[in-house]
């Protein structure tokens, strides 16, 4: 993610059982299915890379989609999110030029992140989110952990945090290895509030 990052992830956060500030769509989903389909809003896609083994540099992705499934009382069963690669952005023009080039996210071959995953424990402590993410080609399995957090008056959660951990060079991203590290945290936040 940053620096070459930011990739990730599109993950979805929102494992939760309870709807944000998203809005509800009816899709065409077979009634026997008794879920809903509900297209995310307010999704915040960040990511977190070390340079030098020191600082940290920050990045997100400014264009991207998601919908999570639901059963009819509620319950997240699935989540799918597509990230459009060439919004990348680290506040650094030049930076931001490198990483969708052809030395890194490679944008024009391959213009997207796509993740799908299933939910667990949607209405637990522990939830998680466990799917794949493609990138740069690449498929590989990625789970996110997913947290309430509790609106400022305390009356319950208003948005949720999700957070998992990639190497970049298990994508095919590994320019610049001995500046950037290769381990990249993902954060996609979700709900009132979101982006913080």
């Not at 466990?130 to 948005?159: C, I, K, Q, W, Y």
């Not at 298990?170 to 913080?196: C, K, N, P, R, T």
Request: charged share 20%; net charge negative.
């Amino acid at each position: 993610m940053n620096r070459f990052v930011r990739v990730a992830l599109m993950v979805l956060v929102l494992a939760a059982s309870q709807p944000f500030a998203m809005q509800a769509r009816a899709e065409s989903v077979p009634e026997e299915l008794s879920s809903m389909v509900t297209e995310l809003h307010d999704i915040y896609v960040h990511f977190k890379v070390r340079v030098f083994g020191l600082a940290r540099i920050t990045g997100r992705f400014e264009r991207l989609q998601g919908e999570v499934i639901t059963t009819r009382d509620g319950v997240a069963t699935d989540v799918r999110m597509h990230i459009e690669v060439a919004s990348i952005t680290t506040d650094d023009g030049w930076r931001d030029a490198y990483l969708r080039g052809d030395s890194f996210f490679e944008a024009g071959r391959y213009p997207r992140i796509v993740f799908s995953g299933s939910c667990e424990d949607a209405t637990g402590q522990h939830a998680r989110i466990v799917g794949n993410m493609s990138l740069h080609g690449v498929t590989r399995p990625v789970v996110f952990r997913v947290e309430p957090v509790a609106s400022e008056d305390g009356g319950g959660a208003e948005s949720y945090l999700a957070t998992a951990v990639i190497r970049r060079s298990d994508f095919g991203l590994h320019s610049l290895q001995h500046v950037v590290g290769d381990e990249v945290e993902i954060v996609v936040a979700m709900g009132s509030g979101a982006g913080g």
